[in-house]
């Protein structure tokens, strides 16, 4: 009997040890306060282009909508020296939260290094660097690169500044208007034409590496799809032949485009080689299949048909099979496309307006991101934080370029020399 | 029923003893002497409730001199947590010419309130000097102990001095709530830090630590930067059975 009550002593003693020794530790809890991060961006020394690079910053960093930039006018210089090494007090006093500092040196082989620096000056370190070695006519991609390095450091996202858009720009009066595809930096700047306006164009899309596109363009009043090389500027009919075919778009791995044709009085969905061959068939139901847009693993499609009396979603199998609806909402639906992270799949809403939404790739948890009278035509940054898209202003009919943050927030139109339309995003530029 | 003769003389014999007990004890208590009501005590509410070690703090005997040295201690004095080493060169940059070496502060930028009036007086520490003891028994002082209790408040106390900053930290993600760090702490006696926060380890979906695991050390390191150095019990810094020298702690974001 006492040996069985010292066991259980033993027992109650040896457990409070270990309730002891075992304790949780304690927890502090952030506040995730939503506020910008104010982030001084001075003129970078070592060469006059620096202030340029500076004001490019300023400007990609402000346009994330996480960040409250200054500078680079109203700030103090710093030398070359201090750009690793600033004095973080100061900038403790002048009320910010980070400092992107840098420098611009020449380079033996002609071209210059752009030095980068991001510091957390309230803990008084640095953060991140990177250097990128730019000829002297290239200097905004290294000021984007910067911007970049900054936005991902401090966001914890992939960059998405670094990036081109292809779009439709439109000019002239709305009865009369020329349609071009123009391609230009994400932040509006070096913008091209790439056709002349001969034939109405509509839906310019990047390949995933963005050394290609496909697009449409009205060739003796028929749509027809075209594949266009980005560097030489060549370009030929995707379908040889009298085809009417429409709403392209590449693979994931660049070898195919997926698009629709019509035949025989139905539109359907099919597939063919990027160098060209015969196209395969994916959809074959009575109905207009149209718009379709590969997952980035490449094993389904997500399109818009009207099979069932109105334009509704559906995915399908890579090669056609197992076809269902995903979208039950009031309204049609129409242009889906998949996200570069796979979960979700953007649309435009037309329910009295045309509104851009987002939705789960299975369907479900649908989001409304716009609010405009006739938004449309969406397309993910690469970094999947951001949908661009054209919004067209009721009565005036004008269109220009938005971007939205997929987790909410308002829209900010895209500096475009004229109005534009069907826009593309790149993928980040090497 | 009528008593006998023994009877009656028992009953009389024991009235006769219970009136004479009773005369004994009424004179008896007539000259106790009455003491005063000792004055009423002032109780103190205090705010911090736990850090006070339970032995009294002033020790009539000083203990003997300390022998294990103080490890990793930075002087009480240090005006910041050390500099962090130059910044290293970007990948395509040519080094760049020397940079200026930092300026050395010699005291710390009085950017925060300043401290609370210690309710420890100034002489507190010297019943632990590290001079040789002069008495001639060594005595046993009773030492603090970093108890369960303790461990728990000195916690909170740490906590409760870094939320206003941790409050301000900035919105990074709507998933970003889902990762925790485990962090320690290494304090000096002055309660700041000897060497920035280590994480110990990051939980969560691996692909949101990935993600957000720098940004929430990032924020852990700019708590403290900004909201040491810490006050904290000056008896429970290094105990035996532990102390605040040494504090691990969670955090996460709301």
Partial sequence: MRMILTLLLAGIASTAIAQDTQEAAPELVGGSVKSNVAIAVPVMPGDPIGRQVSQVIVSDLRSTGLFTPLGPGGLPGYSVEEAGNPAYPNWRNAGVSALVSGYIEPRPDGRMTVACYLHDVTAGRELTHQGFAVTSDNWRQAAHKCADLVYSRLSGQQPFLDTRVVYVAETGPKNNRQKRVAIMDSDGSNNRYLTVGRHTVVTPRFSPRGDKLVYVSYIGRKPRVLLYDVASGQERLLIPGNHITFAPRFSPNGRDVVFSMAENGNTDIYIVSASGGQPRRLTSVAGADTSPSFSPDGRQIVFESDRSGTQQLYVMSADGGGQRRISFGGGRYASPVWSPAGNMIAFTRIAGNFRIGVMNAGGGGERILTDGWQDEGPSWAPNGQFVMFHRTAQGAGATRLYAVPVSGGSARIMPTPAGGSDPSWSPINN | ?254
């Fill in chain 2, 1 to 254: 029923m009528k008593m006998d003769r023994a009877e009656l003389a028992g009953t009389g014999a024991a009235l006769a003893f219970h009136a004479a007990l009773i005369a004994a004890l009424t004179l008896s208590l007539a000259h106790v002497t009455s003491k005063p009501e000792p004055p009423s005590m002032e109780v103190e509410f205090v705010e911090d409730i736990g850090f006070e070690a339970a032995a009294p703090t002033s020790i009539a005997t000083p203990p003997p001199a300390s022998q294990a040295p103080e490890i990793g201690e930075a002087p009480p004095d240090e005006a910041a947590p050390a500099p962090l080493p130059p910044a290293t060169q970007p990948r395509v940059a040519p080094a760049p010419t020397p940079r200026p070496t930092p300026k050395v502060r010699t005291k710390p930028a009085p950017a925060k309130p300043a401290p609370r009036a210690s309710r420890i007086g100034d002489d507190f520490l010297k019943g632990i000097a590290d001079s040789p003891s002069k008495s001639d028994a060594p005595a046993k002082p009773a030492a603090a102990t970093f108890s369960a209790t303790a461990r728990a408040s000195v916690g909170q106390a740490i906590l409760r001095q870094v939320q206003p900053c941790a409050d301000r930290q900035p919105f990074i993600g709507e998933d970003a709530n889902k990762v925790r760090l485990t962090i320690n702490l290494k304090l000096a006696r002055s309660g700041r830090l000897v060497r920035p926060p280590t994480v110990l380890k990051t939980s969560g979906d691996p692909d949101l630590r990935a993600k957000y695991g720098d940004l929430l050390e990032d924020q852990v390191r700019r708590i403290f930067a900004q909201c040491t150095p810490l006050r904290l019990p000056a008896e429970l810094y290094d105990t035996p059975t532990g102390g605040w020298n040494d504090f691990t702690f969670t955090y996460r974001v709301n």
